[in-house]
């Protein structure tokens, strides 16, 4: 029980809450000690005498004051003293025992009042100043009293009646806000056990500040392992997916190799073109994985320097010359000539640039038309390419640079044809060079793939 985190705070303010009501009866017990009840009320009793005689003095028929003074202490069982001006003792009702001097005047500190007479002797007192000058004090010896009697008379009373009703109060008090405090993270820790199970649901936000910033970081760390639990089974099975139809193309036209079910030349050669072809995707497949591992962790070697990106699209239209003669798609190049350099790999740049462009032109029918822009922003430049095709649903869009990602069969030619893997590596790339890549696409009016790279990345060398 004590191990928990719960049991620990509790036990905590409870220990705290024991130690202050300790210090309070202590130092109310002390309080007690040196102004009992009794005390209290001898001091009540000399003040009321005190203010009955200066009353009476103000009467017009009033006795000498020595006279008041005497019956006051016959009358009251009390002791009267009178001081000069000067303080000095001018009567005394107890003039057989030993004196009593003009008691101090302690400005700072509200004590007992008690003076001692010249044998040592206790003696509680009221002093008041009469109007003529002189001083007036009634003062009656200290009542003896126990311990005990403080105890049972005063302390027990008060202890039992409010202290342990304030102990029972705040240990309730403190049962609730232990609660409050580790009840959340106690639900974080059992959820962090059934760690990584994509069941894990979120942790209710609760409790002070600082617990519910730590819950929603781990509420946010499950969203990302349970995402990249999903990407990686997803991923699995897209690979296991993609490289199962070549394989399994690979490993029979082999077998009719070796039996000799491809008895002629023709039939043999064949077979190798299919070995061949189908072996030659799972190799551009493997790079592109190859290529996407080394963008996600970083360690992709991008040799940065001036690239004319003028030269580069022309290049590329160039490349795609004759396949687009072939489907009957015009390839434009809108770029100014005094476009600035852009600071970038230009091996990774014409591989974005030619996936997009050789997707624009696999989407586009007949007649149609593929444009690759680029023009000066501020700071950066933006890179498009633009095909006049049927358009990429909208249901769709999201998911384009997605691993493996396959669009709608009805429009599959280009993306539909590879392994799903082009838009990602290109997505990547960009992202590496501190740009960003989007897609604006309307179903029946084309598609537009948009670059936006900074003309210098921060980190360009």
Known sequence: MLSSLRSRLWLSYAFLIVTALSVVTIVLFVSLFRNPLLYRQTTERLKAVQAVMVERLKEPEAPPITVLAERSARTFNVRVVLFSRDRQMMFDTASNEASLGFPENKKFTKTLPLLRDTNGAAWLYSIGKLPDGMFLMVTAPRPRTSILNIISDELIPVIVLGGVIALLLSLIAAFLISGWVANPLQRVVNAARGMPSAEVKPVK??????????????????????????????FVANVSHEMKTPLTSIQGFSQALLDGTADTKESQQKAAQVIYSESER???????????AKLDAGTADLKMSPVNMRALLNAIAEKFMPQSQRASVRIEVDVPENLPPLIADGDRMAQVFTNLTDNALKFTPHGGTVTLRAFIEMDRMRISVTDTGDGIPEEDVPHIF?????????RRGGEAHGAGLGLAIAHQIVAAHGGRISVRSRVGAGTTMEVILPLAPPNAK
Not at 282 to 292: A, E, F, G, N, P
Not at 402 to 410: H, K, N, S, T, V
């Open 205 to 234: 936000v609760a409790g002070p500040h600082e617990v519910q910033e730590l819950t929603r970081a781990f509420n946010s760390m499950v969203a990302r392992v349970q995402a990249s639990q999903r990407s990686q089974r997803e």
């Open 402 to 410: 997605q691993r493996f990602y396959q669009a709608d069969p009805a």
């Open 282 to 292: 799972m190799h551009r497949m493997v790079l592109d994985l190859l290529d996407l």
